[in-house]
């Protein structure tokens, strides 16, 4: 079966079917990828049942991996597999499993990472699935005041006590497409470099609220073995918690830079 990669009739992302470990990862696939990755923000690989190895050498082919479950990226203390401990089990059933909230992933982080790797593993029968949101064109949507306004401002990322804390551009320029985002994000912004907390919280609460706007987003309904790549520096996304008690684990790699 020849790879196919159709994008959704959304904001963003593209399915990616047809796709074939078993012999390994080809310099021609890694390069597909990679321009279907940077064009389309999230691939979706449908029933991809990635085994741990497979999971762990296709986030390879976008970076270096970490489970960012210690040092000053320690927040969720879950468990990890792999033999360098790459691969982080995310398990709905325990207090740090669940992140409902838009969020970028580990933006308290000095350097947060480039993107993510998810792959369902055990899924409710009913809901439970993930948006994402694309923030090229939340950025570009925004009235040319407050693109005037926020760029070369800083925000800060972290929750005291529970993560690092780091400042970080309010636009971030992405490194291969050139594209600015806006790079603020309601599960770990907090405050505004330079602006009083009274300041802050109103200029990110309106921040939030236009980035989580319906029209920049896209929904994945997941099915045991699927698989979700995204860029973390142009999107957020957000775990629905509405399925009660129903078991939910997925294993995720997270990308950073060699």
Known sequence: MALTITPLPA??????????LSNGISNELVDLLHHAWYEHLVLFFPEAHLTLDQHIAL?????????????????????????NGEVLVLDASTPQGRANAWHTDVTFAKTPPNGSLLAMQICPST????????QYNA?????PAMKHLIDGLDAMHGRPGLTG???HPMVKVHPV???KALFVNRG?????????????????????NHAEKPEFNTRWHWTSGDAA??????????????????PRILHRVTIYDR
């Open 188 to 208: 770990w912004t907090t405050s505004i470099v330079g602006m009083s907390q009274t300041e802050s919280i109103g200029l990110l609460a309106s921040l939030f």
């Open 165 to 167: 804390l780091n400042p």
């Open 11 to 20: 904001a963003l992302g593209a399915t990616v079917t047809g796709l074939d």
């Open 59 to 83: 986030g390879e082919t976008f970076g270096r991996l970490a489970a960012t479950t210690t040092g000053d990226e320690d927040y969720r203390g879950q468990p990890t597999l792999g033999q």
């Open 139 to 143: 950025y570009d949507a925004l009235a």
């Open 229 to 246: 790549l995204w860029d973390n520096r142009c999107t957020m996304h957000y775990a629905v918690n509405d399925y009660e008690e129903a």
């Open 127 to 134: 809901g439970g699935d993930t948006l994402w949101s694309n």
């Open 177 to 179: 497409t050139g594209r």
